[in-house]
């Protein structure tokens, strides 16, 4: 299948509701995008976990998925699991974000994530951001609320396990969860891999996308 390529791609915004759910819902391909391009400006905000142990996982956890990348990383410390009670502090957050950043993608979770924190920064991105190709990431958890995604990045078997490899050695806070293992982080990177005919991907959904099927001059 052919793979569609955006005309410019130098600036990222990478959006999370917790520390981990960007390296979990999109970490190889931020490890993918960051590989091709030194420099790529990624401008990631995290709603919760700010002024703990996991702002500190988080922020070396997205420096070596973003190597080589111009990253800026903010964490903020609204309540986990309270997004909806705390929207417009993460409304303005976003507006703020916006503001001093041009991205050429955005990568946040979906709109049908069953997680009301996810769920509800998903159905903000819209309402901050137009006319910016936005991506939201699948998180595999006890809710089973995996979709069906229609946007795939195949990751290379080294990459795939790169991730896992980050993940596991950078959120040591989350290794008790019994979920939290190489096998579902694989697992459904195969089965994305499966979909669009590559070993691993990372899936995703989007609300839009407009293409430009005019020749180039
Ligand atoms: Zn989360």
Redesign the pocket.
Known sequence: MTGLRPARLDAVVAL???C??LAIGAGGTLLTLCAGRPGLRVDALVLSGGGTGREDEERAALAAFCPRADLAVTVLKLPDGRLPAHWDEAKNALEDLRARTAPDLILAPWQGDA?Q??RGLAELVPTVWRGCLALGYE?VKWDGDLGRPSVYQPLDPETAEAKVRLLQEHYPSQRHRPWYDRETFLGLARVRGVECGARYAEAFHTNKIVIDLASGG
Request: glycine content about 12%; overall charge negative; hydrophobic content about 20%.
């Open positions: 999370g509701a917790h981990d759910d997680h924190d996810h998180i």
